[in-house]
Nanobody, 125 residues
Framework: QVQLVESGGGPVQAGGSLRLSCVTS????????MGWFRQAPGKEREGVAV????????YYAASVKGRFTISQDNAKNTLYLQMTNVRPEDTAIYYC??????????????????WGQGTQVTVSS
């Protein structure tokens, strides 16, 4: 059974940094497309960053490019999201998700089948 468990969320001041982790089990992470998504209050869930091809390829939403870095440690079956220079608008519940095989719209949440429970990130100004 595929399981994803996020951790690392919490309060952070604007301009600060935070690292989220997602421990995976039940499948070989290197063979899957894995991503981070977020949902702010009153807003739809949106894609933040994805990683695939065993960690070689990455893709970011324009709003986080240059500030966030997605990575994975296949030996530890763990996905990471390093967040730097965070902004109040980054406040959201962050989810990790996975799917098998690449798709065209790789940042759209509808294309992902396995989800974690989420971790709250709150950025104060």
């Amino acid at each position: 059974q595929v399981q994803l468990v996020e951790s690392g969320g919490g309060p952070v001041q604007a301009g600060g940094s935070l690292r989220l982790s997602c421990v995976t089990s039940g499948y070989t992470a290197s063979r899957y497309v894995m991503g981070w998504f977020r949902q702010a209050p009153g807003k739809e869930r949106e894609g933040v960053a994805v990683i695939y091809d065993g960690g070689v390829a990455t893709y970011y939403a324009a709003s986080v490019k240059g500030r966030f870095t997605i990575s994975q440690d296949n030996a530890k079956n763990t996905l990471y999201l390093q967040m730097t220079n965070v902004r109040p608008e980054d406040t959201a519940i962050y989810y990790c998700a996975a799917r098998e095989g690449i798709v065209r719209d790789v940042l759209h949440p509808r294309n992902y089948f396995y989800w974690g429970q989420g971790t709250q990130v709150t950025v104060s100004s």
